[in-house]
């Protein structure tokens, strides 16, 4: 079964504390990864892919195929991190738009 | 930046009636996507749409739904005699081939 599991609804750090947030997938063939998230009041937007292997905003996503995990990490939080992170999956060939999303995790970064 | 448009941002209609979502994709992106997301629940793929036929839907839609392009720019989502169960978040999106882009979606109620 193909699935996206985010195991934490809520996670609340401090500003400058490291984030670490958990994906875990279920897929049969060659998955791609993402991180979109979702600020307040604001539409979904691409955080990151796996196949690009960039940094955005300070956070990086390893894939581990062995673990199949995707967990997104910033070292350093801060207050405008704060929003939606879904993990999502797709076919590797499926044009970046048949996604299959993680129940999202809320960050909230504390002063 | 292009943007993926959608209209209204929030509807109430009355169980048993019809609704038409209405989606603006990005001018130059061939792949279309309906996602919903009900309350508290995990963002759901409703259906994708190229070449003017739908290349793939989920278990969620069933006959009551239907997609169209009427025109060069629009793509709609019809909900027929809707139900109680239906009152969701709808997202479009359209892709490039790379990623998906999201409209800000639009909010159902049926009461």
């Known amino acids: 079964a193909q699935r996206v599991t985010q195991p934490e609804k809520l996670l609340s750090v401090f500003k400058g504390a490291p984030v670490e947030l958990k994906c875990n997938y279920s897929?049969?063939?060659?998955?791609?990864l993402f991180w979109y998230v979702q600020y307040s009041r604001q539409r979904l937007q691409l955080l990151l892919r796996?196949?690009s292997r960039e940094s955005i905003k300070g956070f990086t996503a390893d894939l581990n195929k062995g673990e199949t995990s995707f967990h997104l990490k910033k070292p350093f939080a801060q207050e405008e991190d704060s929003a939606m992170y879904y993990c999502?999956?797709?076919?590797?060939?499926?044009?970046?738009?048949?996604?299959?999303f993680g129940q999202g995790t809320e960050l909230s970064v504390k002063p | 930046e292009p943007e993926v448009t959608q209209t209204p941002s929030h509807q109430v209609t009355q169980m048993g009636q019809e609704v038409i979502l209405r989606c603006v994709p990005i001018?130059?992106?061939?792949?279309f996507y309906w996602y919903r997301q009900i309350l508290g629940q995990k963002v759901e793929f409703l259906v994708s749409?190229?070449?003017?036929?739908?290349?793939?839907k989920s278990e969620i839609f069933d006959d009551q739904f239907s997609v169209e392009r009427p025109d060069g720019s629009n793509f709609t989502l019809k909900i027929r005699s809707t139900k109680l169960e239906d009152s969701a978040m709808y997202f479009c999106?359209?892709?490039?081939?790379?990623?998906?882009?999201f409209g800000q979606g639009t909010r159902l109620t049926v009461v």
């Open positions: 999106a359209s892709s490039d081939e790379i990623q998906a882009f």
């Open positions: 897929y049969s063939g060659s998955p791609e």
């Open positions: 796996h196949i």
């Open positions: 999502a999956l797709s076919g590797f060939y499926n044009q970046g738009g048949k996604l299959i």
């Open positions: 001018s130059n992106h061939l792949y």
């Open positions: 749409f190229y070449n003017n036929e739908i290349s793939e």
